[in-house]
């Protein structure tokens, strides 16, 4: 069965970073793209950033030059790098892997850009 699990979220100031993780277990991690979305109160959930088996990425234009999406295949691992953080970058994040089966989602983990 496969498992999404998001780890990193927080309350942080303008101006900060954090930095945002998940970890897959129970498929071939390394073959498949792995994405961020997020979704704001009263919005609909959007991309911010994918990341594709060979490690190109791509990028929402309100994240490009402040946010940065890697990944690391040992360890099943992708990271979402978040710096210069503005208060519209506050939402639920959510990692997503689509596989040849399904799309599987983890829980989500908040992310608060507030003074």
């Known amino acids: 069965q496969v498992q999404v699990v998001e780890l990193g979220g927080g309350l942080v100031q303008p101006g900060g970073s954090l930095r945002l993780s998940c970890v897959v277990s129970?498929?071939?991690?390394?073959?498949?793209?792995m994405a961020w979305y997020r979704q704001a109160p009263g919005k609909q959930r959007e991309l911010v950033a994918n990341?594709?088996?060979?490690?190109?990425?791509n990028y929402a234009d309100s994240v490009k030059g402040r946010f940065t999406i890697s990944r690391d295949n040992a360890k099943d691992t992708v990271y979402l790098q978040m710096d210069n953080l503005k208060p519209e970058d506050t939402a639920v994040y959510y990692c997503?892997?689509?596989?040849?089966?399904?799309?599987?989602w983890g829980q989500g983990t908040q992310v608060t850009v507030s003074s």
């Open positions: 997503n892997i689509g596989t040849i089966f399904s799309n599987y």
């Open positions: 990341i594709n088996s060979g490690g190109s990425t």
């Open positions: 129970g498929t071939r991690f390394s073959i498949y793209a």
